[in-house]
């Protein structure tokens, strides 16, 4: 573990992390269709709340509680099966569905639905609250984001990432002073405050905060009784507590994880739209990925599926050879004779003979027929593509299909699609 792991002050504080997993990831559509953003499957054998829940547990943070609402079945299935963490010794991933504990209606924002859930808080009685959302793609030790927080007796702090000032209008931006405290936040501004002695760049909020409870409390409390309010941590919360209690922020470039290269450093990736999704995909692809899924200092935790290895055949029979480049091919695919470039194959995907997938997102049990090819194609699960169909070359006769096609020219083929 690297120096900035350990705890800053006194004994082992007892720590609750709160996932914020109910989204609706609209702009994931189709790929939501079914399932809550969270549980939308990435990188080839995980789900994208992996991520943050690998954090909570690599960084020694094993209590952790899972707020969940839109289409969470599947979600839930996965946590259910894949995160079992030791009873013995008090650690859990435990799901929080919405339950209309205070009235007949659901959850109107990540800040409502803590507040609605907030018993979950007082059972555990922590000392501090860590709130992240579920829907990022990144790796972090958050135990020194926590030595931020308690070093600097902050009632909130607010992991934040700067980038270009250009960048803004997709961020909630913070203003700071010269000891890092927040002094001002807009939401996606044209014009942003940037970072003191670093012009051209500003401060975007990732969604991940660490409270004192009762800190937490009141705000939710006030929060809940504000008619203003779209109860949302992000535009809601923040800004009325900034100017209340001493709201810090953590630079997430002064993060380390053991194993980390320096290319890596700040590697933080909102996958909420389809070209968001299939570039990032792409980030883990190059020959120096900025997220490494090979760093075993610092793994990936997931559900674990027996299966046998991925396998490519036909190789002495020139053009039909099996052959993957800058790709990542999960268990359990088989390459007969197919040609794959640039894409990433989940579990039990079928490729055969002369067929090429190039820049492309097949998910578990895609079968590709003969002769087919694909461009800039996300399959969702359990696809039977027949025979010399092309997909991602005319987009006009992808959208007659049915199929959808994004401004930036992604074809979504959606869960047991069926060419009829």
């Known amino acids: 573990m690297t120096q900035h792991s350990s705890f800053a002050l006194g004994p082992r504080p007892r720590i609750l992390a709160v996932v914020l997993a109910g989204g609706e990831g609209t702009r994931l559509w189709p790929l939501t269709a079914d399932r809550a953003k969270p ?6 054998s995980f789900r994208i709340i992996d991520f943050v829940l690998s ?10 509680k899972v707020l969940t609402q839109y289409k969470s079945d599947s979600l839930l299935s996965h946590i259910a099966r894949g995160w079992r963490l030791s009873s013995m010794v008090d650690h859990y991933v435990e799901p929080v569905p919405a339950q209309q504990r205070l009235g007949k209606q659901w959850f109107r924002g990540s800040a409502d639905a803590l507040h609605q859930s907030y018993n979950v808080v007082i059972e555990e009685n922590p000392d501090y609250v860590c709130v992240f ?3 990022h793609i ?8 926590l030595n931020t927080h308690i070093q600097r007796k902050a009632g909130m702090t607010v992991a934040a990432l700067p980038v270009p000032s250009e960048q803004s209008q997709a961020f909630g931006v913070i203003e700071i002073d010269e000891n890092w405290r927040m002094v001002g936040f807009e939401e996606k501004p044209t014009t942003p405050k940037e970072i003191p002695g670093r012009p051209g760049w500003c401060l975007a909020s990732m969604g991940n ?10 705000a939710l409390k006030e929060d809940a009784e504000s008619n203003d309010s779209v109860h949302d941590f992000g535009r809601d919360i923040v800004p009325m507590l900034f100017p209340q209690q001493p709201v810090y922020v953590y630079n997430f470039l002064d993060n380390e994880v053991p194993g980390m290269n320096e290319d890596e450093r700040g590697y933080w990736k909102d996958v909420g739209t389809l070209e968001a999704f299939i570039e990032a995909h792409f980030d883990l692809t190059s020959v120096k990925p900025v997220l490494n899924l090979y760093n075993y200092r610092w793994p990936i935790h997931s559900t674990l599926r027996p ?19 800058d790709s990542l091919v999960s268990p359990g695919c088989i390459i007969s004779g197919g040609h794959i470039q640039r894409s990433v194959l989940f579990p039990k995907v079928r490729i055969n003979s002369f067929s090429e997938v190039k820049d492309s997102i097949l998910m578990d049990g895609v079968e590709v027929g003969r002769h087919c090819s694909l461009r800039r194609t996300i399959v969702d699960k359990y696809v039977t593509i027949p025979p010399n169909t ?12 049915g199929l959808h096609v994004s401004d930036e020219a992604i074809v979504v083929i ?3 699609y069926s060419f009829g």
């Open 39 to 44: 549980a939308v499957p990435f990188g080839g």
């Open 55 to 64: 954090n909570f547990v690599n960084s020694g943070i094993h209590r952790i």
């Open 133 to 135: 959302g579920g829907d």
């Open 138 to 145: 990144y790796r972090m030790d958050v135990r020194q984001m």
């Open 209 to 218: 905060y660490i409270f004192t409870p009762e800190v937490l409390r009141k």
């Open 307 to 325: 299966m046998p290895p991925a396998k490519f055949v036909f190789s002495d029979e020139g053009d039909r050879m099996g052959f993957a480049t």
């Open 390 to 401: 092309k997909i991602g070359h005319d987009l006009d006769e992808d959208r007659a299909r």
């Open 414 to 416: 959606p869960k047991e």
